[in-house]
């Protein structure tokens, strides 16, 4: 089969297009396989070129966390999902049996492992994976929103409505409008009836995301976020951030949050160590709270809200799988605005 592979650790050059890969067999009768219509990047992707501490690579490694396709082969003890049926899949993979797992908060699940960085990934013509991580949907969605989908949209439910418990009226700031994960959570708090707050270096970035809802916009580059927030509010500042920052901007975004203020946090592109004055902390009673990936009621939570057309990714640019690279390129510029996807 075909596939996008790297076989060592480095820069975007490690990528490799093969046409000589065998086509995954099932594991186990809990399994089934997808044959891949079109798989999407995520910033994960870029960390899995230059490895992830205690995370090894098998070569030739698929790359790849969201896809979505058809079934294309079924264990003996699957239920819910036939041959033939269109699919999106969640990239997490949990073991089902710690005790994380047996509570349904999968992302916790103590040999947790995503596709892409620690199983083989979704950029390739079929992928095998459990059954429990896929979700059908009808076949009227595209392949290619659909592919854009799972990750991102997954991430941001859990930040904005299980953590965070955004409800309306809610004042939510969101750094880095254009990424994946930062759209999704500006579609699903307003959804939420959220006033939404967004941030870009890119006034142009700034304007799209305008047209797709937001309520306010920040050029973080040109302007003093925290001032502006606490300028628009009345000095009330906002109920929660969204930061995936990390060291470039944690302290604005505390800068910018109100009393009784919730920050989530899911990475930190920029670096991970950062600073936080503990007296502001408690005086002002936030919440400051992690959060990663969604667990599988999160997954039917956004699947449900996929079927009905609520929500629906803002696609980027479309590659051929054979330009994977070009693809690549583009998440490494920082320059896309929505999910960048490749069809297989
Ligand atoms: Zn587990």
């Avoid at 969201?66 to 699919?87: F, M, N, P, Q, S």
């Avoid at 076949?139 to 592919?147: G, K, L, Q, R, Y």
């Avoid at 989908?149 to 409800?167: D, N, P, Q």
């Avoid at 959804?191 to 304007?207: F, I, N």
Wanted: aromatic residues 6%; neutral net charge; charged residues 25%.
């Amino acid at each position: 089969m075909r596939a996008l592979t790297i076989s060592a650790h480095g820069g975007l050059e490690q990528l490799q297009y093969r046409d000589d890969l065998p086509i995954p067999e099932l594991r186990g009768p809990t399994d089934v396989r997808v044959r891949i219509a079109a798989a999407a990047l995520n910033h994960l992707d870029l960390f899995v070129f230059k490895g992830l501490p205690g995370v090894t690579i098998v070569p030739p490694w698929i790359m790849g966390g969201d896809g979505a396709g058809t079934i294309d082969r079924v264990g003996d003890e699957v239920k819910g999902v036939r041959l033939g049926e269109a699919v999106i899949i969640n990239p997490g993979i949990s073991d089902r049996s710690c005790a994380y797992c047996l509570e349904g908060d999968q992302p916790l699940c103590i040999r947790y492992g995503i596709l892409g960085e620690h199983h083989p990934g979704t950029m390739a013509e079929y992928v095998v994976l459990p059954a429990v991580n896929v979700r059908t949907i009808p076949p009227s969605i595209d392949m290619v929103a659909a592919a854009a989908f799972s990750l991102a949209t997954l991430t941001a439910w859990r930040m904005i409505v299980s953590r965070a418990r955004v409800g309306p009226g809610d004042q939510v700031l969101i750094w880095g409008i254009g990424g994946g994960v930062a759209l999704a959570a500006m579609q699903i708090a307003k959804l939420r009836g959220a006033r939404v707050w967004v941030t870009s270096g890119s006034d142009e970035k700034l304007a799209r995301a305008r047209e797709l809802g937001a309520d306010e916009t920040i050029n973080h580059a040109t302007e003093d976020v925290a001032k502006i927030v606490r300028a628009r509010t009345g000095k009330r500042g906002v109920d929660v951030v969204i930061d995936n920052v990390g060291e470039d901007t944690w302290t604005r975004s505390l800068g910018a949050l109100g009393k009784r203020g919730r920050l989530v946090t899911c990475g930190g592109t920029s670096g991970p160590m950062v600073e936080t004055d503990i007296r502001r902390l408690f005086w002002n009673q936030w919440t400051i709270m992690g959060s990663t990936m969604g667990n599988d009621a999160e997954f039917d939570a956004i699947t449900d809200e996929l079927r009905a057309g609520r929500l629906m990714p803002p696609i980027d640019s479309v590659h051929e799988l054979r330009d994977g690279l070009r693809a690549f390129e583009r998440m490494a510029s920082g320059r896309q605005f929505g999910k960048i996807v490749v069809r297989i």
